[in-house]
């Protein structure tokens, strides 16, 4: 053992450069409380926060009641009943869209099942309530939080693409294609 060796572990070397670390950050204090009602921290762009159902910009939905977010869930969440539009049997729609939120994991697999992108996660995330029941979401509620959180609606499909509109029999008021 070499004499400066023998210093170091004499006077506790280890010991004094961690405490001089630690009293570096001691007087360096500066707070990064933030008031949180007030202040909130700003959250990533991949956030996955609540569920919400989205609309077109006409305001119709874009739900077509197919199942398949149901079917995708792991913890059997969401419950979708479908119908038909009468009148027009190509057609359907989700005459009931529930969520239980209480049991969701916020895993997104429902949004990635969607074919038409009917479901959208939020980056609300303040759902604290005193009675669970209230976090059973109905479709208005499921609409409501997908007109706060997705304000800019695209066109329907049929708009979007006049060939659709074209070749498409079920939907009688869409113009057909110039030529």
């Given at each position: 053992m070499t004499f400066k060796k023998w210093i170091k572990s004499?006077?506790?070397?280890?010991?004094?450069?961690g405490?001089?670390?630690?009293?570096?950050?001691?007087?360096?204090?500066?707070?990064?409380t933030l008031e949180y009602p007030h202040?909130?921290?700003?959250?990533?762009?991949?956030?996955?926060?609540?569920l919400g159902l989205l609309r077109y910009d006409d305001g119709t939905e874009k739900c077509v009641g197919c199942d398949l977010c149901e079917a995708a869930?792991?913890?059997?969440?969401?419950?979708?009943?479908s119908a038909e539009v009468p009148g027009e049997p190509t057609k359907r729609y989700a005459k009931d869209y529930d969520m239980d939120?209480?049991?969701c994991l916020f895993c997104g697999l429902c949004v990635q099942a969607c074919p038409v992108d009917a479901l959208g996660m939020s980056q609300e995330f303040e759902w604290?309530?005193?009675?669970?029941r209230h976090l059973q979401l109905n479709k208005q509620q499921l609409l409501a939080i997908g007109d706060r959180a997705f304000p800019e609606r695209e066109k329907r499909l049929e708009f979007q693409h006049p060939n659709v509109a074209y070749f498409n029999v079920s939907f009688k008021d869409i113009p057909e294609k110039e030529c």
């Open positions: 004499l006077i506790f070397f280890e010991i004094l450069m405490m001089k670390e630690t009293m570096k950050h001691f007087l360096n204090y500066r707070p990064i202040v909130k921290k700003s959250l990533p762009d991949n956030y996955r926060g609540m869930c792991p913890s059997r969440v969401i419950r979708v009943v939120m209480t049991r604290a309530v005193y009675d669970k």
